[in-house]
């Protein structure tokens, strides 16, 4: 299965890089751009015998490695392969 | 007295460490590849700094996971003593030994320079108990992610159980006090029991008299004479 991570920064978190792209976005005209916050994604393929059993799976690499959850967020998507 | 410092691929303070450590003891530190399981009965084990796997994912996060790990995980379940300098700092916060984070220096820039530290009254702990409390050591730093953050509660317990160590304070060194944003000014911080620090300032860079600053000496001496006492 095709699993994807989305981690985002916890809400409180300052994001130093997402504001200077914010800056950049408004010196090029994008006057209407606010609260950028950067993330990450990760795409991964899962071996598993259901969509329930590979989100398990993934919950727990969100947890053990792949975010931190002291101050990321991760959001898992799975696609069943076709 | 022993002392293992554990190598990670892309470490590159190992062996600026090893020559401190064998200034200040006589002898050789155990230099410990990070795929070995184990660690001889080190007294003190060092994590040191550099990019260790290339900074991938996040600082420190892959190495956290090596194998060496779970043999400094049980040194520090026996009340082992173990010292985390800037990536090493960043690897022993992914193990959950300390807690909080190092997120991304607030200017967005990295930081190469001296800067002024300030010991603190903590609780009991072989790293800062021979050192005056209020005292200053001028030790330089070098990360992109060394700006501590963690929550609000955490911040208050640190402060009220004497886990800060080591603060940036205004001195002789050029700029700003606080190079990265860290919250409290941290610089480093202990575990809970202070048998393990964490600190993103470099002790051994500042380690021989001849680059005319050995701050960081009188800082790595003491915390080996207080270990072995």
Redesign the interface.
Known sequence: MKVTVNISLKEGVLDPQGRAVERSLASIGFTEASNVRIGKQITLDVDAEDTARAHQRAARMCEQILANTVIEDYEITIEEDQ | MRVAVVIFPGSNCDRDMMVAIERITGRRPQMVWHKETGLDAADLVIVPGGFSFGDY??CG??AA?SPIMEAVLDHASRGGAILGVCNGFQILL?TGLLP??L??????KFICRSTNLQVQETISSPFTSGLEAGSQLAIPVAHNEGNY???EDTLASLRDNGQIALTYVNGPAFGPSNPN?SAHDIAGILSPNGRIMGMMPHPERAADPDIGNSDGLIFLKNAVEMVAA
Do not use: I, S, Y
């Open positions: 994912l996040r996060a892959l996971r992914e909080g984070t997120v991304k220096n607030k200017g967005l953050f963690a929550d944003g």
